[in-house]
């Protein structure tokens, strides 16, 4: 099982931009992909980025393209999202999250091990 803790969420208004860390704290081998995830309250948890943790290819939900990076360093074991031009919806807790599975990065059951979550808070 690998832990993984995120930081570097926070209030920002709109149009602003944040980056957010999440360090894995045991070894990754065995990690495919990693992700970040976001959930609103009363809303259903969701995909935003994943990143293949070998290969660094990245995927991005139709919502985020072309405003948020997914980006890692495998020598510090640890995934970033850098977010740009923030919206009001884009509030939501955003988690990291582990999977061993090369399919359906975008999909939460494939993903095994997650973060505690860090709150994003977008002002209008």
């Known amino acids: 099982q690998v832990q993984l803790v995120e930081s570097g969420g926070g209030l920002v208004q709109a149009g602003g931009s944040l980056r957010l860390s999440c360090a894995a704290s045991?070894?990754?081998?065995?990690?495919?992909?990693m992700g970040w995830f976001r959930q609103a309250p009363g809303k259903e948890r969701e995909i935003v980025a994943a990143?293949?943790?070998?290969?660094?290819?990245?995927n991005y939900a139709d919502y985020v393209q072309g405003r948020f990076t997914i980006s890692r360093d495998i020598a510090k074991n640890t995934i970033y999202l850098q977010m740009n031009s923030l919206k009001p919806e884009d509030t939501a807790v955003y988690y990291c999250?582990?999977?061993?599975?090369?399919?359906?990065?975008?999909?939460?059951?494939?993903?095994?091990?997650w973060g505690q979550g860090t709150q994003v808070t977008v002002s209008s």
């Open positions: 999250a582990a999977s061993k599975y090369g399919s359906s990065w975008s999909e939460v059951s494939r993903y095994d091990d």
């Open positions: 045991q070894r990754t081998f065995g990690i495919y992909y």
């Open positions: 990143i293949s943790w070998r290969v660094r290819n990245t």
